[in-house]
């Protein structure tokens, strides 16, 4: 890796303490309760969403409303491959690599026919299909059971690696390992390789074409790219890493079902991608994490103010979460419309024009 | 009686709500080249309004029709004023960032309005009430009733009204000319502010409208109706040719049609009993009568959106637009 060898003494001692508070966390977490730990992981699934669907709206700046069905269409392969729905158990390294490419190809699919229009159109297209895809997995239970319709598919294997299974608890030189503490580790590898890859992605002929594409397309197009074929292959790679992230989704939950996949997950992760910092891969997970506990803030904030104000719950904590995520995406594109923690090509890039 | 009639008068009924919603999103794209995707929460409102109105002032003995007048007109200045704080607030300190920076406001300023009114009208559907009798009359073999001859009529005038507007006004020539070119309008002496302004509010007004008959004909008003209103409107705006107000109309009839009739007879056609030589691979499951329906009419949503990809991939400029691709 080129990015340990350009670093300085200092910045190597940073990242080896990171690494070690990363590995110690679960365990931290678990004393105060193993839901926490399993809230944590859901932050880190959202922060690989979130590192997804940066390639597409980041990198390439095309905006993709539907993001949350390549993600259903993960869960969905996974749920249907490894459940005795259908009474197919396969392992979990063979179904994820089939996730990724089923939702590569819808992905492939749904931009081919609306990527070589203006960037508004794959908007609204992707926001179709998000219902589209939800819309038949609510539906096609009959005549064929395929789905389980509304009803969701449940009791889906956990992930089994040699004798280790990650539903129950080991102990290993006297610690614990509860399941959601070897999904944790799982998932920190997984998001190890997907930000290794976003860092070469990002330095690579195909990342700076991306850029090209997202700050002129015209110009782009002039200097001989193929345009929409470099921008069907970010949507096509932004929708594969969604797929992946589902298919771990599926295992962790053991259950699926259409409810999980629904407008509002879509926006949540645009929210993340946005306030963070299009394009800037710390940017990103920076936001996924903070956004990610938005409503366990909600939770431990506002339920119990409610409760002594008024005696009951006036305002929900999941639509107060939506009001967030709205405003988020508003006032972000207002005043700091690079995000967060910008990078400094696309901080250049958002804020010229502005008087 | 006459399914095929009467699927066509379902079709025109939400195809001229389609039609007026549509109307929305085309001008808005026409001036200043903006999906507004608020557009759909601005219709929601309006019924939602409306209904608000109507049940309190429904027990209070007005007259029905007056009743409904009210609503209609409680929700059509409540809708204009969200139009224009939407593009006054959201919209116009955006206009010379890069065009990711307006869409990516527009969906989180629907996101808001829509969880708004949740916060405001609660999350179950709302039953609009019966007030005013509805009487079906009957032609050839179908049946039409009162409420979707008032849709189909009204939708019209105000159509029929907003080409007049556009086509026969000062106002209208000015809106015409900044959709043509804002800079050189303005060098024209035409206040654009004002006029991107004016289309938004108008957008809102005929939303307003499309949001009550949408509640009236459906019987029902939920604050997510928007969102599947408002993506079909989009679709048939975008059939039609974005940005052109015949186009939308002509989408918004087309679309209602096809919609009609497709979930009218998906049923039928994908009933894999009813294919040829369906005996010899089929077999007993098709036996003394029996069907094997692969797609049923809770497919409807999909028509809409199938159109839309067809459009794009066919005839990306609509039926009556211009080139969308990518401007220099």
Sequence with gaps: MGMLKDMSHREKFGLALIAIALIALPFVLASAGTAWVRIMNFAVLFVLLSLGLNIVVGFAGLLDLGYVAFYAVGAYVYALLASPHFGLHLPFWVILPIGAAVACIAGVILGAPTLRLRGDYLAIVTLGFGEIVRIFMNNLSNPVNITNGPKGINRIDSFQVGPINFAGSDTIAGLVFSGPIKYYYFLMLVLLAVIVINRRLQDSRIGRAWVAIREDEVAAKATGLNTRNIKLLAFAMGASFGGIAGGMFAAMQTFVSPESFVLNESIMILAMVVLGGMGNIWGVIAGAVLLSFVPELLRYTVEPVQMALFGKLLVDPEVLRMLVFGLALVLTMRFRPAGLWPETRHRREMNEDRA | ?328
């Design chain 2, 1 to 328: 009686m006459d399914i095929l009639l009467q699927q066509i008068i379902n079709g025109l009924t939400t195809g001229s709500v389609y039609a007026v919603v549509a109307l929305g999103y085309t001008m808005v794209y026409g001036v200043i080249q903006l999906i507004n995707f608020a557009h759909g929460e601005v219709v929601m409102i309006g019924a939602m309004v409306a209904f608000s109105i109507i049940t309190s002032l429904a027990g209070s003995g007005m007259p029905p029709l007056a009743i409904v007048l009210a609503g209609v007109m409680a929700a059509i200045p409540a809708c204009m004023a969200i139009g224009y704080l939407l593009e006054r607030a959201a919209y116009r300190p955006l206009r010379h960032a890069p065009r990711l920076a307006p869409l990516i406001t527009a969906i989180g300023m629907s996101i808001i309005l829509q969880h708004a009114a949740l916060l405001i009208w609660g999350r179950n559907p709302l039953a609009f009430p019966q007030i005013i009798e509805n009487p079906s009359f009957s032609i050839g073999g179908a049946a039409i009733s009162a409420v979707q001859i008032t849709i189909i009529l009204l939708s019209f005038t105000m159509m029929a009204g907003l080409s007049w507007f556009v086509y026969r006004t000062r106002f209208g020539i000015a809106i015409r000319a900044t959709a043509e070119n804002v800079h050189v309008a303005s060098l024209m002496g035409i206040n654009a502010n004002r006029v991107i302004a004016a289309t938004f509010v108008i957008g809102a007004a005929l939303g307003a409208v499309a949001g009550v008959m949408y509640g009236s004909y459906y019987g029902i008003a939920h604050y997510t109706m928007g969102f599947t209103l408002g993506l079909k409107a989009f679709s048939a705006a975008v059939l039609g040719g974005i940005g052109n107000i015949a186009g939308a109309m002509l989408g918004g009839l087309l679309l209602g049609l096809v919609e009609a009739l497709g979930t009218g007879y998906i049923g039928d056609f994908s009933d894999l009993c009813r294919w040829p030589g369906a005996e010899s691979w089929m077999g007993e499951r098709c036996a003394d009568g029996a069907n094997f329906v692969l797609f049923g009419s809770n497919y409807q949503d999909v028509f809409a959106f199938l159109m839309l990809i067809l459009v794009l991939v066919f005839r990306p400029s609509g039926l009556l637009g211009e080139r969308v691709s990518e401007r220099a």
